[in-house]
């Protein structure tokens, strides 16, 4: 039997913090059975994908005997770990980039505008949640959604901007991309 949270408990604070307009996406709930003496006693594991929509996302992962209590229980590992991805224009990634966890390998590409998010789904949750529009990515290997999230986190943790490219190298970013993409991005700015 669940409790309902108090008025001025954890419940309330944490919803007052959450103020964020996360979305939540539910990439999968899967039934596992404990054999016992008596027969078998049923319990519900979930994997959700939670983002802002800006560049922000985590996924969590949940175990309870209902799956209401899983999904919640995977939300808040979800939003607990939460990672910033930079974006190129704020709908696609700045360069092409693989990741791998266990058997599940991903490739994840940069992609021109108006491409969409074509992707498999677990890893289109982990795109949608996180605000890009653009990009093409490929599972290799596993089809375990775990395993595909995972891997798709570890290839967005190693995306970097060029700004921080060339923060890290103590260059200028027109080093970095090299002085025509600089002079092409102003005057699509100056044209705007």
């Given at each position: ?110 992609a021109d505008a108006g491409t969409g998010i074509i992707a498999g789904g677990p890893m289109r949750a982990v795109f949608e949640s996180l605000g890009i529009n653009d990009v093409v990515a490929k599972s290799l ?52």
């Amino acid at each position: 039997m669940a409790r309902e949270p108090r008025e001025g408990g954890r419940g309330g604070r944490d919803r007052d913090r959450e103020g964020d307009d996360l979305v939540d996406k539910l990439v999968t709930i899967n039934r596992v059975a404990k054999v016992v003496k008596g027969g078998r006693r049923f319990a519900f594991a979930a994997l959700v994908v939670v983002g802002d929509q800006k560049g922000r996302v985590g996924y969590g992962a949940g175990k309870a005997r209902e799956v209401p209590e899983a999904i919640r229980k995977a939300t808040e590992r979800a939003k607990r770990a939460m990672i910033r991805v930079p974006m190129k224009e704020g709908r696609t990634l700045h360069h092409d980039v693989a990741g791998h966890f266990g058997a599940g390998k991903v490739v994840l590409r940069s992609a021109d505008a108006g491409t969409g998010i074509i992707a498999g789904g677990p890893m289109r949750a982990v795109f949608e949640s996180l605000g890009i529009n653009d990009v093409v990515a490929k599972s290799l290997g596993t089809r375990n959604p775990h395993n595909m999230v995972k891997a798709t986190f570890d290839a967005l943790e190693r995306c970097a901007s060029p700004r921080s490219v060339a923060n890290r190298r103590g260059k200028k970013v027109s080093d970095i991309l090299g002085r025509r993409e600089v002079a092409g991005a102003a005057e699509v700015s100056a044209d705007v």
